[in-house]
């Protein structure tokens, strides 16, 4: 299960990854043979078009583009660039993209190219085309679109998949009524862990436990925010409730926990532990700030999520939800939902009832597939 997890997070990272670029890539080269006007610019690459479309030749450029920046991007990932100087690597970046910027216009000036060409130093310098403005252009119109690239695809990252096309066309800028699942999830014992270990060590174990939360995409969930050593997870109602996703994603990221405890336990001197609370309702989403903007949720449902994980510690319990997300699911029978009653959360005046939820073991869910296919 947890080979599983973890491959379908790396090949959905992968695809996301390979779509974004692609679509990027498609419109920043044919946006500059726009304003360029040079039909003519990506012709060669060993010959493997045979025709010489401008169309052609650019789709082809940019997949290719795409295919190199993907894999740019498995390099670079999170968890590398953690452990790696930021000078260094952006000197590294900015180093690759000139080269490839030089390998484009390379590949462009010369019709009668092969892989012996290249390969001899001689014949390859003959071939170095001669540096005009238009190459110039070319070379600073590429480096630029790498940072426009890279700028937007952390803002994609940071604000989510559905608020990134809302903020891109501009509907936040009035707040707007959605539906929504959220989950706060919290560590269990962080002042202890924190001084226990220390401000740098936890801050490391912070790290490690969120890059573990991504998980949580294979469930179609989104990190609304993080939450010092915790987060806030979203969900659209329709994909949470499916499958039970919303409740499946939390056993899930438990799992992921457990098979990684001898790392834990090893780097920190424990595993960590988790609570979490969710709620069903209707939010206002908005973009907030004038300096400094952000993407809030602001409404009673995100304020009765967090009340209900709060209560996880006086009821000792892992996973606590609310009654209207308990009617809401479409199938509760994987799981041992027990209501602990109708519940007076702190700030609120009418009371809200709260079930627990714990998985049900592999033996029980047997029994009841077999009662039900009977």
Not at 50 to 57: A, E, H, R, W
């Amino acid at each position: 299960m947890f080979l599983r997890e973890k491959i379908k997070i790396w090949f959905t990272q992968v695809f996301k990854t390979f779509r974004y670029h692609l679509l990027f890539w498609n419109a920043s080269l044919f946006f500059f043979v726009f304003i360029s006007g040079n039909q003519s610019f990506f012709i060669n690459y060993f010959n493997l078009l045979s025709v010489d479309s401008i169309y052609t030749n650019t789709v082809f450029l940019s997949v290719a583009i795409t295919v190199l920046f993907t894999f740019l991007d498995m390099i670079f990932s999170d968890r590398i660039m953690r452990f790696s100087p930021v000078r260094s690597m952006v000197f590294l970046r900015s180093l690759l993209y000139f080269a490839l910027a030089f390998v484009i216009l390379y590949l462009a000036a010369n019709q009668s190219l092969n892989i012996k060409t290249i390969v001899d130093v001689e014949s390859f310098l003959k071939y170095v085309p001669d540096w005009e403005i238009e190459q110039m252009r070319f070379m600073a119109y590429f480096y630029v679109s790498c940072i426009i690239n890279n700028t937007f695809k952390e803002m994609y990252k940071k604000i989510g998949v559905g608020n990134f096309f809302n903020w891109f066309f501009g509907r936040l800028n009035k707040p707007r009524e959605e539906k929504k699942i959220f989950m706060f999830i919290d560590m269990k014992a962080s002042t202890r862990l924190a001084e226990q270990l220390g401000h740098e060590r936890f801050s490391r174990l912070v790290q490690d436990v969120f890059n573990d939360m991504s998980v949580l995409y294979n469930y179609h969930g989104e990190i609304y925010q993080y939450l010092g050593d915790g987060a806030i997870v979203s969900w659209d109602v329709r994909k949470g409730v499916s499958n039970n996703n919303c409740l499946k994603s939390f056993y899930a990221f438990l799992r992921v926990i457990e098979r990684r405890q001898r790392y834990y336990t090893r780097k920190y001197g424990e595993v960590p532990a988790f609570k979490a609370g969710l709620h069903v309702g209707k939010t206002m989403v908005l973009q907030v700030g004038s300096i400094r903007r952000d993407i809030s949720y602001n409404g009673d449902t995100i304020n009765t999520a967090a009340r209900i994980e709060s209560m996880c510690n006086e009821y000792k319990q892992n996973l606590l939800i609310s009654g209207v997300l308990y009617e809401a699911l479409e199938d509760s029978s994987e799981f041992n939902l027990k209501e602990v009653g109708n519940i007076k959360l702190k700030g609120k005046q009418r009371g809200v009832v709260i079930y627990q939820v714990k998985q049900k073991g592999k033996k029980a869910r047997k029994k009841k597939k077999k009662v039900v296919e009977y």
